[in-house]
């Protein structure tokens, strides 16, 4: 079975970075980049199968690099990255109405499944309940 390819696009290289570990945990091959210009000269078609793009970037509107990333492939999915959850009301929904909701995803962003973050919870709250 082949491996799901992502591809992940912020200009903190931090958060490309935490992201990159987490998903290649999960068994899935990743690519990274802070430049968004540089993601514009070497996206190819069938490449990846989601391409995660952060919001708010310099030098390239992201919006603008989702439009250049589905001429190349119109097939490939994309989600957008932000830190704020008006963002997509205020900015995203008004600017491309084509966008939907769904697409935009909330930082930080969890790569523990469902099951490790109820667990962690958990502890958690054990841990919080021997501090005074």
């Not at 190819?44 to 250049?68: A, H, I, Q």
């Not at 600017?95 to 919870?121: A, G, H, V």
Request: glycine content about 6%; proline content about 4%; hydrophobic content about 35%.
């Amino acid at each position: 079975m082949l491996k799901r390819r992502i591809l992940v696009v912020d200009d903190e290289s931090d958060i490309t970075t935490a992201l990159q570990i987490g998903l290649e945990a999960r068994s899935l091959e990743v690519g990274a980049y802070n430049d968004p210009e540089l993601v514009l000269s070497n996206f190819r078609p069938g490449l990846y199968d989601l391409v995660l793009v952060d919001v708010m970037m310099p030098k390239v509107d992201s919006f603008e690099l989702y439009e250049r990333i589905k001429k190349v492939n119109p097939d490939v999915k994309v989600c957008f990255l932000t830190d704020s959850e008006m963002y997509y009301e205020k900015i995203g929904g008004a600017k491309y109405y084509t966008l939907n909701k769904e697409m935009f995803l909330l930082k930080p962003i969890s790569t523990r499944s469902k099951k490790e973050n109820k667990q962690q919870d958990k502890l958690h709250l054990i841990g919080n309940r021997g501090i005074k």
